[in-house]
């Protein structure tokens, strides 16, 4: 079965400082991987996928992730946090049948 | 564009009544609507996939006669959770697609409260 892991529960970081929330994933085959962030009381806010091509992916409000097959990861990652961007963060990967795994979840916080 | 709207926002019922939610997809036409459940800082978990115009396909240990979902029309998917007790107060959070194969898009979710 396909499966993603997030190892954080929580990341602290300072605004302006590098983010990086991480995921590493098990599949069989090609993964479909995805992020998505959740702020409180919301649903899920589509940031980037990777398919297939090159290994970093550029998605919304400047983040990227990096694809990586021999450690199989795939890190969310932002040059420069804001505070903005204090949400939860989910990782996820698309089963054979087209259906979404998710991650436990990331709280991110980005203190001021 | 693919914008996903849920009514309500939020909801708290008595226990042992029916409480329907609704999602539309106001842009596009979704063949397929999927219905999550999250409980507070967890993950989400898919409850059902329904198509348009067929039946909802439940997951594993989700009752299909307490929460009935339908798929009428290519905007609108309900869930409706019946006779509810206190555990299923949950976050419900559905997503549609063009089809059962392209992206999903999420709704903002459903905050269901019972007593």
């Known amino acids: 079965a396909q499966s993603v892991a997030q190892p954080e529960d929580q990341v602290n970081v300072a605004e302006g400082n590098p983010l990086t929330v991480k995921c590493t994933y098990s599949?069989?085959?090609?993964?479909?991987l995805f992020w998505y962030v959740q702020y409180p009381n919301r649903g899920l806010q589509f940031l980037l996928k990777y398919i297939t091509g090159d290994n970093l992916v550029k998605g919304s409000y400047g983040f990227e992730a990096e694809f990586n097959k021999s450690q199989t990861s795939f890190h969310l990652k932002k040059p420069s946090a804001l505070v903005s961007d204090s949400a939860l963060y989910f990782c996820a990967v698309r089963d054979p049948d087209y259906k979404l795994s998710f991650g436990a979840g990331t709280t991110v916080t980005v203190r001021a | 564009g693919a914008v996903v709207s849920q009514h309500p926002s939020w909801v708290i019922c008595k226990s042992g009544t029916s409480v329907k939610i609704e999602c539309r997809s106001l842009?596009?036409?979704?063949?397929?609507m999927f219905w999550y459940r999250q409980f507070p800082k967890q993950s989400l978990m898919l409850m059902a996939t329904s198509n348009e115009g067929s039946k909802a396909t439940y997951e594993q240990g989700v009752e299909k006669d307490k929460f009935l979902i339908n798929h009428a029309s290519l905007t609108l998917s309900t869930l409706t959770v019946t006779s509810a007790h206190p555990e299923d107060s949950s976050f419900y959070i559905c997503?549609?697609?063009?089809?059962?194969?392209?992206?999903?898009?999420f709704g903002p979710g459903t905050r269901l409260t019972v007593l």
């Open positions: 842009d596009f036409q979704a063949t397929t």
């Open positions: 997503s549609a697609s063009v089809d059962y194969y392209n992206e999903q898009f």
């Open positions: 599949v069989s085959g090609n993964p479909y």
